[in-house]
């Protein structure tokens, strides 16, 4: 039986493709269709690094077993070639070497916890740059937004001012525009999961 909780990413970027070719065709020279364009290559890089993040780094992963295995040899062989004398101990020898023991356990529960995690943190580390592109690519059509208000056409007592931007699209346009740049942010949430 098929898994149904994910998306088909392959589908995902198709439909990033067929925005850009729509906005690309309603809105040739408008920048919304470059920042279209740099999401969909964003989409592709995203599932590489996707793909790269399920894999398991073999090498990785061996090389920390090897450290691991051999820390604890080595240790296991210093504390076998120890000669105490039994004759010599005193409860201060005694709790000064449980103190040792206790510090050198926790420094070397510590070590491992390092090594062991050490995977997850760089995989980590790369998903999380990958969302923030995504997060800052959401503020850019974000701020495509902000002039394309298609309320603000025919409006009596709308009154530009010499700072006031260009409004050059029509009602019908700005709404398009507005409702691809919906669709984009849809889009990037739908990627950035």
């Known amino acids: 039986m098929k898994d149904n909780t994910f998306l088909d990413y392959n589908k995902i970027i198709q439909t990033i493709e067929k925005l850009e070719m729509r906005i690309s065709e309603r809105f040739p020279q408008a920048d919304l269709q470059q920042v279209c364009h740099d999401f969909l290559d964003l989409s592709k890089t995203s599932k590489k690094a996707i793909e790269w993040i399920d894999k398991p780094n073999?090498?990785?992963?061996?090389?920390?077993?090897?450290?691991?295995?051999?820390?604890?040899?080595?240790?296991?062989?210093?504390?076998?070639?120890?000669d105490l004398?039994?004759?010599?101990?005193s409860i201060i020898n005694i709790v000064s070497m449980l103190e040792t023991i206790v510090n050198e356990t926790i420094l070397l529960g510590a070590a491992i916890f390092f090594l062991i995690t050490i995977e997850n943190r760089i995989k980590r580390s790369r998903a999380i740059k990958s969302l923030n592109k995504f997060r800052a690519l959401a503020h850019v059509v974000d701020m495509h937004q902000l002039t394309k208000d298609p309320h603000m056409i025919n409006e009596v007592c709308h009154q530009d001012t010499n700072n006031s931007p260009d409004r050059t699209f029509t009602k019908f346009e700005l709404q398009r525009y507005l409702d691809y740049c919906s669709e984009m942010l849809s889009l990037i949430k739908t990627v950035a999961r």
């Open 85 to 89: 004398p039994m004759d010599k101990f």
């Open 58 to 82: 073999i090498w990785l992963r061996i090389l920390t077993y090897g450290i691991i295995s051999i820390a604890l040899i080595g240790i296991i062989y210093s504390i076998l070639i120890i």
